[in-house]
């Protein structure tokens, strides 16, 4: 029983259960919770593509069209992240042999998914049965109340942002009856979508269909998103534990022969939680370079598009304020991205500083042996990546910023 886990992270645990990610739940919700969210993310595409054919000579909704299969695409890459990763999972694989091949793949991602959910999960909690001194309990329970409180804050921002967003189409409704006019005001939707049909006659329909699109869309976000930012948090007490305490056992050397023993023993017990640090990183960056190299590359192209869609539109706070909410709610994801990439970096960090400070000449052979290992294996930071290409950091934020505004102002630039 993931007893720790449950303990601190319950909240996580209520958000994957819902998108049927939680590897521990019911066998039948995992199966279909996931793949009824993935097809109705993927059924927007058509209808979207319909739009863009018939209004390809209309530049503003162009921009609009693009946007939204980014947005699209965001949605399904966090739901489907890896699902190419099929060699890793060894279970169930001869009984898919006979299937369709969207659903092999589905399947298979999410099996894929489940075993890394899983580990992540299982090693969590095998740390809090390893770090079970008063200090390294502490240090996992401070950490611990700090993912707890930005899982909270984080949904009820992301939330509250998409209550906003969907109530912006019903305004013309409440101003038609609060201050009618001789006809109805024009109508919108928050996703704008071609049906070809009376859009007016089948608002309620159509508007609840959007709705279902957002809210699932928001769902797996804040799910998936504070799932790693936890498991990334988690990384940082690792390692905020194993420097403080490396610190603590060098600092301590004495100079007769039995003190040089215990110091040893501790050094190595220090290396083999080291160890435990770099294994867990391992799996949690295998589990979200993909779909961390996404959000690199559709933060850059939202920042464009909806850029230049919100220039079309100045005078229209409504519309103003859709797609405003659009870039800030991509823009907070990438940097909660790359700042808990930052943080797990500057953690990691520490465990070569605090070897790097340590007097080596007062140890004895095998002690300095140790120390030339920590300080070789630490001496690169320990980190997240997206794709193995860029590494998520404060700096890969400001790069993609930079970048979405330069194609933003070339986009603009052609409208002129």
Known sequence: MLTHVLREHNLNKILLSYLGLWPFQNEL?????????????????????????????????????????????????????????????????KSLAYLDFLIIITIRFFLFFFCQIRQLCEAMEKHWSTFTSEFETRVLKDYSLISRKFTILYSIIMFSMIAIFLMVPLTPILLDIIRPLNESRPRFFAVSIEWRIDKDKYFVPIFCYNMSIIVTGTII????????????????????????QLEKVISELGIDKLSEQVTYQEYVICLRKYQLALEFVDVLNSMYRTVALIMLLMTGAIISLVGVRIVYVLNQLEEVMRF?????????????????????MDESQNVFYRAYAAKWYKF???????????????????GLTAGNIFSLSMATYATVVRTGISYFTTFLSLKD
């Open 29 to 93: 919700a995992r199966s279909l919770l996931p793949i009824s969210y993935l097809v109705l993310q993927m059924t927007c595409y058509p209808l979207v593509i319909i739009m863009l054919y018939d209004h390809w000579e209309n530049s503003r909704l162009v921009f609009e069209c693009c946007s939204q299969i980014v947005l699209l695409t965001t949605f399904v890459a966090k739901l489907t992240n890896d699902f190419w990763n099929h060699d890793k999972v060894c279970a169930r694989k």
């Open 221 to 244: 976000m804040v799910g998936i998103d504070t799932m790693h930012v936890t498991c990334t948090v988690h990384a940082c007490s690792l390692f905020s534990i194993i420097s403080q």
């Open 324 to 344: 405003g909410l659009v870039i800030i709610g991509m823009l907070m994801q990438l940097l909660i991205l790359c700042y808990s990439g930052q943080k797990l």
């Open 364 to 382: 004895s052979p095998r002690l300095k042996s140790l120390l030339i290992i920590t300080l070789y294996r630490s001496f690169i930071p320990c």
